[in-house]
């Protein structure tokens, strides 16, 4: 099982990002089904720092240093083309020629720089890309923080004043408070501690578990909500499979990071997994979403590749055999399914009849190898011994 993770993401998902970054780092910002790439997309900030992370997480983990070399050439174009020198935190989007398109401050973009920065920062012992992470996290504390409302705000403008619409995709409710958001800054934040050990990142992580136990997450159906008022007032009736069982294994990374001796994360963790299970189907794959009863069955690459880690993760904790057997089934769901092996990288989805979503990116504003080149990363190292 384990060399099945291992030649898809060496032989599959970096071949084809790896073809996609010139020798200045840039790159294009979308590339369409059939691999053609459109050279006047916007490109976001969250698929740059994603990019950035990817190269830097494999080259790490897999001491591989052709990912390494790309990840040079990504860090030296995402700190000149994204970072704001005068009021901190990221562009949200910029122009094939670098010009910026949109300079609000999304806390979620600048969550990824972090993440990006901060594993940057553990491949090549760089003070820099270190300094640059502390920096963003300062930001964030400083300025997304609203210690009223006991949360990170979702996005502000680019001299961090108040935003009147702060959704970060046009699918979002226009809300105070975000699920993602704060899954996103929870994740690089764990990563940052990982890195510099400093006691006010530890602390940050643990508030945020504090949010998602006490905030985020309802007890009585054991998924997370995903928008929510600025008194922390739930503002959705959705269901959204591929966060819950995300959350599940990366509380217990955060919870783990941090040394804390709080069981209710962990119980938190196992329960949203096993909420998960109405919506696996037969044949290995979980679906999109539940809202208000109604079930959106599409399979999204996403959603797909955070089953497998966070069914892993969770035989890991339990011992119990039936989640390493969902597992396997979700990894053949998605080598039978998802995987594009002639295109290469993996398509955006497959729609509820199973044909495959040939509307969406195959790379673009939101299709970067971050769920599935970490869904690799995570496996190779769960599997290191087997």
């Known amino acids: 099982m384990r060399e099945s993770f291992r030649q898809e993401l060496l032989t599959n998902i970096l071949p084809f990002w790896s073809r996609m970054v010139r020798g200045d780092g840039s790159f294009p910002g979308r590339t369409d089904i059939y691999g053609r790439e459109d050279s006047s997309a916007p490109i976001s900030a969250v698929m740059a720092f994603r990019m950035l992370w990817m190269f830097s997480s494999v080259s790490r983990h897999l001491n591989d240093e ?175 499979y591929g966060h819950d069982i995300e959350a599940s294994w990366l509380v217990c990374e955060a919870a783990d990071a941090i040394g804390t001796a709080d069981q209710v994360y962990y119980d938190m963790a196992d329960r949203l997994v096993m909420a998960c299970e109405d919506g696996f189907r037969d044949d290995g794959s979980l679906v999109y979403r539940c809202e208000s009863g109604c079930w959106d069955e599409e399979r999204h690459w996403w959603v797909q590749a955070e089953a497998v880690v966070g069914l892993m993760k969770m035989y890991r904790r339990s011992g119990d055999k039936r989640w390493l057997d969902k597992c396997c089934k979700a990894w053949e769901y998605i080598r039978g399914n998802i995987i594009d092996s002639e295109g290469g990288e993996w398509y955006w989805s497959r729609l509820s009849d199973g044909s495959v979503n040939m509307n969406e990116d195959k790379a673009g504003f939101w299709k970067c190898p971050y769920h599935n080149g970490r869904m690799c990363v995570e496996m190779l190292k769960e599997l290191t011994n087997e």
């Open 66 to 240: 052709h990912s390494g070399k790309i990840a040079d050439r990504l860090y030296g174009y995402v700190t000149r083309s994204f970072i704001d020198e005068v009021n901190g935190g990221v562009w949200w989007a910029i122009s094939p020629e670098g010009y910026v398109l949109s300079d609000k401050k999304q806390s979620y973009a600048i969550g990824f720089a972090i993440y990006a920065l901060s594993e940057y920062a553990l491949l090549r012992k760089s003070s820099e890309a270190e300094r640059q992470a502390m920096h963003l996290f300062c930001c964030l504390e400083e300025k997304a923080w609203d210690s009223d409302g006991y949360g990170y705000v979702e996005a502000q403008s680019a001299d961090w004043s108040p935003l009147a619409d702060v959704r970060l995709s046009d699918k979002d409710m226009n809300a105070v408070f975000t699920m993602n958001t704060h899954l996103h800054i929870l994740e690089p934040y764990t990563n940052l501690y990982l890195l510099t050990h400093d006691g006010r990142v530890a602390g940050a992580v643990g508030r945020l578990l504090d949010i998602f136990h006490s905030r985020i997450y309802c007890e009585e159906s054991g998924h997370l909500g995903s928008f929510f008022s600025s008194e922390w007032k739930r503002l959705d009736n959705e269901i959204s």
